[in-house]
């Protein structure tokens, strides 16, 4: 698939590069949201899947040095008492959108 930039200005498409295609020729051009939605809704080609795994192949294990995972843990730790002294509040104002 060949792929244009444009953008949207005034309610027009204006292209940033002249095409090389004969007057008349007719572009269909879904909007994001429409091809974002038509791409999610497609289950993967065997092709797609063999792409993913073999990308995943190639990824590097995530190595931490023993401060960096203290420091993540500690981090962790610290977000889920915040989120925990939040949770009432947050739980309340739920509560008071149903009723």
Known sequence: MTTI??????????????LDLPDGTVLQIP???DAAKAKDDEP??????QQVL???DRMEPLRMTDAELAAWEADR????ESEK???????????GMWE
């Open 44 to 49: 993967m080609s065997p092709e797609e899947i």
């Open 31 to 33: 909007l994001p949201d």
């Open 54 to 56: 073999a990308a995943m």
């Open 77 to 80: 730790r610290a977000r889920r």
């Open 5 to 18: 930039k444009a953008v949207v200005r005034n309610g027009q498409i204006e292209v940033d590069e002249p």
């Open 85 to 95: 002294a939040r949770f009432f509040e947050h739980a309340e104002k739920l509560r």
